[in-house]
């Protein structure tokens, strides 16, 4: 199928010519006091057939941009680039070992490339650890090829393959809305400055293989119809791939992430892999989709990561991840099926890290996360979402009893917990008319925001009033099940239930014995032999000692769990 510019280009687009380049090349325009040399909307013929002109652009206009001085920009936008396109030929090669670089480059131009010549050296010595020295050249000079102007491709068409390999940008890019037809390499490259390919759209493979990214990197709304590599990339800085599409396989191995990772709302079409990556800050994956397997094997997360409202219908393969303290993964609203897809990890640490706020709209997804570890055999994990949902409801219940109902709470009360007296008023005037339904309902009135919503929502319910027998039915469960919690963490931990036991049976033991054996002084006493009563006070000890190491190992409250059971075995 031909491309569908192929068939007519923009009116506005004319053929650049060697006169026109010339031109162009002696009247730059200035844009925020900077010299750009215009070339947009132009058809760039770089074919084969057209090998003299080809030459002279790429001699031209690499001549022109790498004067001494100030650097000059290249705005390449709206234009169509027919032919293979070679970034590194429009750029200077320099060495990034040895004692001198070009005097072209600016003080803060040199900075960039010393940085990244210290980076690439600790990288020579590692290597010269691991292998044989005598293989190494020491002579040997590693070049790169450095563009220093701000290179604009804004919804620039290139037709055939463009080639941007080992190239050190020292300036922004700008390619918001490019369309690459080809495969589009940009293998370790540098961008010392924020790049932008929002709304870009790769048709057939994108590269970015040990690539690094300094500073900010954007991808919101791109869209990647090829295989995509980002494998062994570095991301310095914020990146944001905000309502990407990945329709092939998503390569972002070994890839480390130093700044926060953006990909709420993307696409996933074919298997997205993330093995070996280290993100330093956090992750949001939110209300994303993937269709097929999800791999972050071995990765390293050391933020929390945001699945809110994700989609998972295939594989998410979380085995071997390294999980910084106090780092979860926030899976409320997750849709996920567990007849069709899998959440998969090491026993023991997947079911912790995974991370519910409520309750409310998440019940079918714990239902689903339980039937799913129980398939794969790992009773501890669904172990883990049964006593995380009695947890929730537990939540849920101290709510009901202590919450303030939002339809019949009181304005000084409403004023009280943080709404200010504008707020109070907008929500009696709405009681008025209709009572709320839901508490996300107050978001609807102009004078709430969503901070004062957030900061009262722990505090608010929205119910029909309740009598007091309803209000100690809810109180009675409440008991209910924090006992339960508190003895056996709701049926689900074997060595909190194997503590209380042995507390039990060495109380009951030590009690009966002595009522047995110790039962009167007159006329003639009736009392244990020293030998038995040594017995039973050292087994009494051992056992009371080993339930206290399992309750204090095993329970979230163990001064809880020991009150409990000192209120359930004394009256007894």
């Given at each position: 199928?031909?491309?569908?510019?192929?068939?007519?280009?923009?009116?506005?687009?004319?053929?650049?010519?060697?006169?026109?380049?010339?031109?162009?090349?002696?009247?730059?325009?200035?844009?925020?006091?900077?010299?750009?040399?215009?070339?947009?909307?132009?058809?760039?013929?770089?074919?084969?057939?057209?090998?003299?002109?080809?030459?002279?652009?790429?001699?031209?206009?690499?001549?022109?941009?790498?004067?001494?001085?100030?650097p000059t920009h290249l705005d390449l936008s709206d234009s169509l680039i027919k032919g293979r396109f070679e970034g590194d030929r429009?750029?200077?090669?320099?060495?990034?070992?040895?004692?001198?670089?070009?005097?072209?480059?600016?003080?803060?131009?040199?900075?960039?490339?010393?940085?990244?010549?210290?980076?690439?050296?600790?990288?020579?010595?590692?290597?010269?650890?691991?292998?044989?020295?005598?293989?190494?050249?020491?002579?040997?000079?590693?070049?790169?090829?450095?563009?220093?102007?701000?290179?604009?491709?804004?919804?620039?068409?290139?037709?055939?393959?463009?080639?941007?390999?080992?190239?050190?940008?020292?300036?922004?890019?700008?390619?918001?809305?490019?369309?690459?037809?080809?495969?589009?390499?940009?293998?370790?490259?540098?961008?010392?400055?924020?790049?932008?390919?929002?709304?870009?759209?790769?048709?057939?493979?994108?590269?970015?293989?040990?690539?690094?990214?300094?500073?900010?990197?954007?991808?919101?709304?791109?869209?990647?119809?090829?295989?995509?590599?980002f494998q062994g990339s570095t991301f310095e800085d914020t990146t944001n791939f905000h309502q990407a599409q990945f329709q092939k396989i998503a390569n972002f191995s070994r890839t480390k992430w130093q700044g926060n990772?953006?990909?709420?709302?993307?696409?996933?079409?074919?298997?997205?892999?993330?093995?070996?990556?280290?993100?330093?800050?956090?992750?949001?994956?939110?209300?994303?989709?993937?269709?097929?397997?999800?791999?972050?094997?071995?990765?390293?997360?050391?933020?929390?990561?945001?699945?809110?409202?994700?989609?998972?219908?295939?594989?998410?393969?979380?085995?071997?991840?390294?999980f910084g303290r106090s780092v979860f993964l926030n899976i409320s609203d997750l849709t996920f099926d567990s007849d069709k897809a899998k959440i998969s990890g090491d026993p023991g640490h997947i079911g912790r890290a995974l991370s519910i706020p409520t309750l409310q709209g998440n019940e079918n997804l714990l239902r689903n996360l339980v039937r799913n570890f129980r398939t794969q055999e790992q009773i501890s994990e669904a172990n883990e979402i049964i006593y995380k949902m009695a947890l929730l409801w537990q939540q849920e219940l101290r709510h009901r009893l202590h919450g303030m109902n939002i339809n019949t709470v009181s304005g000084d009360k409403l004023q009280k917990i943080g709404f200010s007296p504008a707020q109070v008023e907008a929500i009696l005037r709405r009681r008025e008319k209709q009572l709320f339904s839901t508490l996300n309902e107050i978001l609807n009135l102009d004078e709430v925001d969503l901070a004062t919503y957030v900061k009262v929502r722990d505090r608010l319910i929205v119910s029909d009033p309740i009598s007091l027998w309803i209000w100690v039915k809810i109180a009675s469960d409440l008991l209910g099940l924090s006992v339960l919690l508190w003895l056996s963490g709701n049926g689900t931990n074997f060595w909190l239930v194997f503590g209380d036991g042995l507390l039990a049976i060495a109380y009951f033991s030590t009690l009966f014995w002595r009522v047995d054996r110790y039962r009167r002084r007159i006329p003639k006493p009736i009392v244990p032999t020293l030998a038995e009563t040594l017995w039973m006070g050292g087994s009494y000890c051992l056992f009371n000692l080993l339930g206290l190491l399992a309750i204090f190992r095993t329970s979230p409250q163990p001064w809880l769990t020991l009150t409990c059971l000192f209120i359930v075995l004394v009256p007894i």
């Open positions: 199928i031909a491309p569908a510019f192929a068939a007519s280009s923009p009116p506005d687009r004319i053929l650049l010519t060697p006169e026109l380049l010339q031109e162009r090349l002696k009247l730059p325009i200035v844009q925020n006091g900077m010299q750009v040399l215009d070339l947009r909307r132009f058809i760039i013929d770089l074919q084969p057939e057209n090998a003299d002109f080809r030459d002279r652009f790429y001699r031209s206009v690499q001549t022109y941009l790498n004067r001494p001085g100030k429009l750029g200077l090669r320099v060495p990034l070992y040895g004692d001198a670089l070009s005097r072209l480059f600016t003080l803060p131009e040199l900075e960039q490339l010393r940085r990244d010549r210290s980076r690439i050296s600790q990288l020579k010595s590692l290597s010269n650890l691991l292998l044989d020295e005598k293989q190494i050249n020491p002579d040997s000079n590693l070049q790169i090829t450095v563009f220093r102007g701000q290179l604009k491709l804004v919804k620039t068409r290139f037709a055939d393959t463009a080639n941007f390999n080992n190239i050190f940008f020292l300036d922004r890019i700008d390619a918001q809305g490019s369309i690459f037809e080809k495969d589009s390499d940009w293998s370790e490259t540098r961008f010392s400055q924020p790049i932008s390919l929002t709304a870009a759209k790769f048709v057939n493979a994108a590269r970015f293989r040990n690539s690094i990214f300094f500073n900010k990197a954007r991808f919101a709304q791109s869209i990647f119809t090829g295989i995509t590599i990772a953006d990909f709420s709302q993307t696409n996933w079409q074919d298997q997205a892999q993330f093995f070996k990556a280290k993100f330093s800050q956090s992750l949001f994956l939110s209300e994303s989709t993937f269709s097929s397997t999800v791999t972050f094997r071995e990765a390293q997360f050391q933020k929390s990561v945001n699945l809110r409202g994700t989609s998972i219908l295939g594989l998410a393969d979380f085995s071997d991840v390294g």
